[in-house]
């Protein structure tokens, strides 16, 4: 059984540009959440796609925004890159969007 | 709103000795609360939770905590702290309503001293 996989592991990008961060769900999961972290703190939940669907948003502007493919694996897209958004994105997948989440390892993103 | 505090954001322990990190809680309605643990450049993995069953929980390498509702505390203990629970230790908290989506307390870093 695969556990939950994101990429790509580091990305440095430039302010003002966009980026979009891929996350695979574990095998038979179908909710997916999405968090930042930024350094030395704990993580922010960002938003929640449960079969496809946005199923809650945390406190983040409008430019950082979602997907969920059929197959539920997940895209995290955040444009206009500010040099707050420097931060580790980590992606949990879970059976239900009560059931206990599981976490990829994370994608580190550099904003210059 | 729910809310966590993690005191001491660093915590030094000897190898051996007893691990206690604290984490108290903030909510209007009867809390899920959930232990995570951060390895350098991984993600989370969770040690243990509580969901109105037993307060005493047992989670995975010889961790425990306890749900103490008059305290609104879920302190994390393990007896005798080994080199390899060199990490760190997020507390969170969810409800009923919210879910599975966490509102994590600012985590506490532990260092093993041998």
Request: charged share 15%.
């Amino acid at each position: 059984e695969t556990g939950v996989t994101q990429s790509p592991t580091h990305l440095i990008k430039t302010r003002g540009q966009q980026v979009t961060l891929r996350c695979s769900s574990q095998s038979g999961h179908n909710t997916v959440s999405w968090y930042q972290q930024a350094l030395g703190q704990g993580p922010q939940f960002i938003f929640q796609y449960y079969r496809e669907e946005e199923n809650g948003r945390g406190n983040f502007p409008p430019r950082f925004s979602g997907l969920q493919f059929p197959n539920y694996s997940s895209e995290l897209n955040v444009n206009a890159l500010e040099l707050d958004d420097s931060a580790l994105y980590l992606c949990a997948s879970s059976s239900g969007t009560k059931e206990t989440q599981y976490f990829g390892p994370g994608t580190r993103l550099l904003v210059l | 709103a729910q809310s966590v505090t993690q005191l001491g954001s660093h915590v030094s322990v000897s190898e051996g000795a007893l691990v206690l990190l604290r984490c108290n809680y903030s909510s209007s309605v009867p809390p899920y609360l959930f232990w995570y643990v951060q390895y350098p450049n991984q993600g989370l993995q969770l040690l243990l939770k509580y969901t109105s069953a037993a307060t005493l929980v047992k989670g995975i390498n010889g961790f425990e905590a306890e749900f103490k509702k008059s305290e609104t505390s879920f302190h994390l203990t393990k007896p005798s702290a080994h080199m390899s629970d060199a990490a760190e230790y997020f507390c969170a908290v969810t409800d009923k309503a919210a879910g599975n989506k966490l509102t994590f307390g600012g985590g506490t870093r532990v260092l093993v001293k041998p």
